[in-house]
């Protein structure tokens, strides 16, 4: 996810066709002012960058952490690292969750973080996200009547859909439509777009 600031901040394409070294880091416009401020400079404008900084590649990483888990800031080599695998121990926390468990194509479990600032005004005790791989249509269905779901979702395409449809009828709440806009251009005046990449 590199690319995602490579040709923003100053300097950081270049780091990474370097050799990761403190030296090449200097290089870069990101700098540490204090213990609560990061200072960002750029190759040009960009008044997009406030909102750059919610990608994932720009959140602050705590360095002890970091070294725990076998890894290094500003090295390259993740091997032998467990930082950021789907091992709940490789995860710092600060939010109001944490990751009980992930099982692959089956399970997610997040629980309630009670070193969480607010955990008194987190409700829910534990999450719990399960894979539908899409194999069986009447999954949905079958968790809904064990308790496994506490809804389900009526599939129009299921041969008994009207007569599932009428079991449950006083239970049936259409989806709300989501918010969509759409834009279409008609392009009556092919030479506006002599310049243009595309055909």
């Known amino acids: 996810t590199s690319w995602v600031v490579a040709g923003t901040i100053k300097g950081y394409s270049e780091y990474l066709e370097s050799d990761f070294s403190d030296e090449a880091w200097e290089k870069v416009g990101v700098k540490a002012l204090d213990d609560l401020t990061v200072e960002y400079t750029l190759e040009k404008e960009a008044p997009y960058f406030g909102d750059m900084t919610t990608y994932s590649i720009l959140f602050p990483v705590n360095a002890d952490f970091l070294a725990s888990k076998g890894a290094e800031l500003g090295s390259s080599d993740t091997s032998g690292s467990t930082f950021g695998t ?3 121990d490789s995860i710092l926390y600060n939010g109001g969750y944490i990751l009980s468990s992930f099982d692959e194509k089956s399970s997610v479990v997040i629980v309630k973080n009670n070193q969480y600032w607010d955990a008194e005004n987190i409700h829910i005790e534990k999450v719990t996200e399960i894979y539908d791989d899409g194999s069986d249509p009447y999954s949905s269905k079958k968790g809904f009547e064990n ?16 007569e ?9 709440r ?3 439509p989501n918010p969509t806009v759409f834009g279409l251009t008609f392009n009556f005046n092919r030479q506006v777009y002599d310049n243009s ?3």
């Open 197 to 199: 990449e595309y055909p």
């Open 174 to 176: 259409p989806n709300l």
């Open 86 to 88: 789907t091992q709940p």
């Open 147 to 162: 308790g496994t779901y506490s809804s389900m979702s009526m599939k129009p395409t299921w041969e008994d859909y009207e």
């Open 164 to 172: 599932i449809r009428s079991e449950y009828e006083e239970y049936v």
